[in-house]
């Protein structure tokens, strides 16, 4: 059974500062790995997505990289920005299954 | 244009009644979803359809019933809603591929209170 986890759960960090996120999956057998970003009481964004074959992705101050082998993903995001404060979620989707199977996510704040 | 999108964004009703939300994807998906997010955040899957076809159903109580009159449109009907079932509902759409090469787009949520 795949199980998504993230660590921490939530993190606070001065503007500025260039920060990691990490996700862990147990089962390394996926076909693609998705960052979302959740503001408060609204949807999901999607941030990027890995498929199984990828190393890594790059959008703008974002990117995130996958190693299937060990079952991890890390989201790393340069120069935050107050408006980068949110929930992150990494959902991976599964082997021979359409869906997708969410960690809890980290709680953002970046403070000012 | 928004491209998932979700009607209503707020519901409020009595336990006991019946209610729908609806969903609508302009993206060309045929693969449609409904997830709850529990009060702790935590978003899980309930029903899948592609094609309006069932493709997955989670373990959801009976009251839960999806229906999927096209490709582009996906509802959800509950009935006999409880003080549980209260959470925020959010529809989902992505390409059907073996490959899986493509991501989920998500609608904004529908905020379903019962009282």
């Known amino acids: 059974k795949q199980e998504v986890t993230q660590i921490p759960a939530a993190l606070s960090v001065p503007e500025g500062e260039n920060l990691v996120l990490n996700c862990s999956f147990t089962d390394s057998a996926i076909y693609n790995l998705q960052w979302f970003r959740q503001d408060p009481g609204k949807g999901l964004t999607s941030l990027l997505l890995i498929q199984s074959s990828q190393r890594e992705q790059t959008s703008g101050r974002l990117n995130a990289s996958l190693d299937k082998s060990s079952g991890r993903s890390t989201l790393y995001i340069a120069a935050s920005q107050p408006g980068d404060s949110a929930t992150y979620l990494c959902?991976?989707?599964?082997?021979?299954?359409?869906?997708?199977?969410f960690g809890k996510g980290t709680r953002l704040h970046i403070l000012p | 244009d928004t491209a998932v999108s979700q009607t209503p964004k707020y519901l409020v009703t009595q336990m006991g009644n019946d209610k729908s939300i609806k969903c609508e994807q302009n993206l060309g998906h045929d693969t449609m979803y409904w997830y709850k997010q529990d009060s702790k955040k935590f978003l899980k899957i309930m029903f899948s359809y592609n094609n309006k076809e069932l493709i997955i159903n989670e373990t959801v109580p009976n009251r839960f019933s999806p229906k999927s009159p096209d490709k582009a449109h996906l509802n959800l009907h509950i009935n006999s809603l409880e003080l549980g079932d209260s959470a925020v509902y959010f529809c989902?759409?992505?390409?059907?591929?073996?490959?899986?090469?493509?991501?989920?787009?998500f609608g904004s949520g529908t905020r379903l209170t019962v009282v």
């Open positions: 989902a759409s992505s390409r059907w591929d073996f490959q899986a090469n493509y991501g989920y787009t």
């Open positions: 959902a991976v989707r599964r082997n021979r299954d359409d869906k997708i199977i």
